[in-house]
């Protein structure tokens, strides 16, 4: 029996923090209010200054990756899974786009008020953006959720979830996200699934000191949420194919990281690696998937 998912919630004020280094809109205003800092401090400690040398990056493109394959697809209904703190509702409202954002009950409690406020203060149109407590291996609790379009087509997206989650819990999520899909005819948008590549080409190249204390934060993540992360690797991208084929999805690949958009954290990372980072980004891909018909 695995930990309970509450127990990955923290981490979603790590991941406020990072992007709250950059340019992304709301960012910066959602972690001050709910303390973002102080929970990424105290869960990385001493380490925090050399994870702000990629982290604000990777998290950075992971996020404009998303929303770049929502602009592509002309999506006009957007379910964020497991939202965290993101922004990504302020911005899509702002935008003309519907959003529904869901995660775990104790979370959503805690964020949904205070980005629903900063919202209302910054006078967007707050009709857009719904919150609903989903967890995303409850069928039900989705379908609850994704009740508020009323019937109306809907595309699903997430980041940052996946690598928590065992094969038994992922096949789960995915078979209530296709069935989910197939009634709005819409598809999902995630960033998750080959994510680890990105780790493993960035420990791949480290050496020394910064190779130890990147392994270090990682097992001290990984005690933290009573989830071994590399243990939830596909083996390979073949391996993640079948898996999600298997599932009832036909998959399309687009550029984690195409130029199309301005990095503002790139100036974090030293200057002789930062074409090489932008690389790994770009050989990196945010995954379409479709139901099969
Ligand atoms: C690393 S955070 C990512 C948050 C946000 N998507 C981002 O990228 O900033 C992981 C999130 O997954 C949520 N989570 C964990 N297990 C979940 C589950 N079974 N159902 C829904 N959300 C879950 C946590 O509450 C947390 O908000």
Known sequence: MENPHSKISPTAKIAAYWKSLSDIPFSKEIAVALQAEQTARQSLGDNIATMTIFSPLILEARYKAIDAAIMKRGAQH???????????GLQLAAAGIEYIG??????LAETGPVINSIGWRQELPMQRIHFQAANVLDKAQLENAAGYFQGKS??????????????????IMAENIRALLAASGGC??????????IRKQLFAALTGSRKELYTSVLGNI???VGRNITANDFEDEAAAIFFYEAAG????????YDGSYPL??????PAGVQEWALEILTQASTWI???KQ
């Open 289 to 291: 998937l479709r139901p």
């Open 154 to 171: 809907f595309d699903i997206c997430n980041e940052g979830l996946l690598m928590y989650l065992n094969a038994s819990e992922k096949k």
């Open 78 to 88: 957007i379910i964020e899974l497991a939202c965290g703190l993101s922004p990504r």
């Open 264 to 269: 503002s954290t790139l100036h974090l990372v």
């Open 102 to 107: 869901t995660d775990l009950p104790d979370i």
């Open 188 to 197: 999902w948008i995630t960033t998750d699934i080959m994510f680890p590549d």
């Open 222 to 224: 990984s005690e933290q």
């Open 249 to 256: 999805f036909d998959i399309e690949k687009i550029p984690f």
